[in-house]
């Protein structure tokens, strides 16, 4: 595997391991989409109907992508991605036929996960709006999730930062009713972060994560991938003027001792 195809941010692979300070989060998804997908006669044995949906909630960047694209890889389920806003503007006039493609074509290819990002934009209190497309979108939506034949083989994954700007009629039974809130990630959290995106770097022995956790709070995951990016390229900067650029040769030791040190986090 080339390295860096399994860094999450990237197209492929993402597994657990990517993740970072979601332990107990984690868990539950695993339990409400992962057995299901796995084992679905033991959930048919128990009398369990597995969810169709399960609503992910919480600020941008704490990694609800993330999640859906990791349990879809771990799980080996096909992935199909939906963009609420995408699906309004871009294929305005055509949203319900795009739904209903997506939500065929996943069941078709079954295990798979339809992960809609933004699903506040696709299905928003409809007592809030006037237009009769947009009624009818959620309407669709609805109608697609209540047809689709329960077994938990399509699990369908909302992500919003707003809940309570969704349609209430898509948080009922057979819905998306279960919910899993992503917080801004503690101290610890952050720790666990910092490593995951500086797990391929070489790092000085001076790098603090305790004290790089503690200068950041307030920094969700993507804020933290960030800064990890971030330090890296002043690390870089470091040894630029080394480089000669007619021959564009570095020496070798430059390359060797391009180390992330405390002080590039600091910069
Ligand atoms: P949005 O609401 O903006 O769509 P999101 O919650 O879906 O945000 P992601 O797209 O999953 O956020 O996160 C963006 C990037 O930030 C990820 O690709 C990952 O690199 C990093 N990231 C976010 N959360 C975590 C985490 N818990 N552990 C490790 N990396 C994370």
Redo the contacts with the bound molecule.
């Keep these: 595997q080339a390295r860096g195809a399994g860094?999450?941010?990237g197209l492929g692979r993402?597994s657990y391991e990517?993740?970072?300070?979601?332990g107990k989060e984690l868990q539950r998804i695993r339990e409400m989409i992962e057995l299901p997908l796995k084992y679905p006669a033991v959930f048919d044995r128990l009398g369990v109907e597995p969810p169709k949906g399960v609503l992910?909630y919480?600020?941008?960047?704490?990694?609800?992508?993330?999640?859906?694209?990791a349990v879809a890889s771990e799980t080996n389920a096909a992935f199909f991605v939906i963009n609420g806003p995408e699906v309004i503007n871009k294929f305005y006039g055509e949203s319900e036929s795009r739904l209903r493609e997506v939500f065929q074509e996943a069941q078709r290819r079954a295990p798979s996960i339809i992960f809609i990002?933004?699903l506040d934009a696709l299905a928003p209190r409809r007592s809030e709006m006037g237009g009769e497309v947009e009624r009818r979108i959620v309407g669709q939506l609805l109608a697609l999730m209540d047809g689709m034949a329960s077994r938990g083989q399509v699990v369908v994954i909302g992500?919003?930062?707003q809940p309570n700007a969704l349609d209430p009629a898509l948080r009922r039974p057979g819905r998306f009713d279960r919910e899993i809130a992503?917080r801004v990630?503690d101290l610890h959290?952050r720790m666990?972060?910092l490593r995951?995106?500086t797990r391929d770097a070489a790092l000085a022995d001076d790098v603090d994560f305790a004290r790089l956790a503690q200068l950041t709070p307030g920094f969700?995951?993507?804020?933290?991938?960030?800064l990890c990016r971030e330090a890296a390229m002043i690390a870089l900067r470091r040894v630029l003027p080394y480089i000669d650029y007619q021959s564009g040769y570095i020496p070798f030791e430059t390359l060797v001792n391009l180390n992330i040190t405390m002080a590039d986090f600091q910069a």
């Design positions: 860094r999450p941010g993402v990517d993740i970072g300070g979601l992910l919480g600020p941008p960047g704490t990694g609800k992508t993330l999640i859906a694209r990002d933004e992500a919003t930062n992503l990630p959290g666990e972060i995951i995106h969700v995951g993507a804020d933290l991938e960030a």
